[in-house]
């Protein structure tokens, strides 16, 4: 924070940046923190109000589809797996701008990924979904 030299510095020519500065970016970071909080909620509740319609011997496919239809533009996937990490369903992904169909992953386990149980769990405690640290998709 200062020129090199070739004694000990006892003061910090920069201090005073520093001192102005470190606290707007913690507060920039606490509101971009309480935003992804809200979006959170608000995604849960959706999810919730529209997982409520599901029957249970409806298609979940077919089901995914409608969720797909009702939850865009935010998302690019929707699969549903057992606790266990196999999947259930087809994948259901945006391509070209419509909502496809692709079953090959289903069955498929999940669960040795680093972020599936971590993910499970914190569902389960919490009874929402949270925002996990961005993924780069294929």
Excluded at 21 to 37: G, S
Excluded at 50 to 68: F, I
Excluded at 108 to 128: D, G
């Amino acid at each position: 924070l200062g020129e090199a030299a070739p004694e000990w510095v006892m003061t910090c020519p920069g201090m005073e940046v520093l001192i102005h500065e470190v606290p707007m970016f913690y507060k920039y970071d606490r509101e971009q923190m309480n935003r992804l909080f809200q979006l959170e909620q608000d995604w849960t509740v959706r999810f919730n109000e529209y997982c409520q319609s599901l029957k249970s011997e409806q298609d979940l496919d077919q089901w995914l589809l409608m969720l797909a239809r009702k939850m865009e533009p935010e998302f690019i996937r929707f699969y549903i797996t057992d606790a266990n990490g196999f999947q259930q369903s087809s994948n259901v992904s945006k391509k070209s701008g419509e909502w496809k169909l692709y079953s090959f992953y289903k069955g498929y386990n999940w669960s040795f990924r680093p972020y599936f149980i971590r993910t499970t769990v914190a569902m389960e405690r919490r009874h929402s979904g949270y925002l996990s640290e961005r993924y780069v998709d294929f």
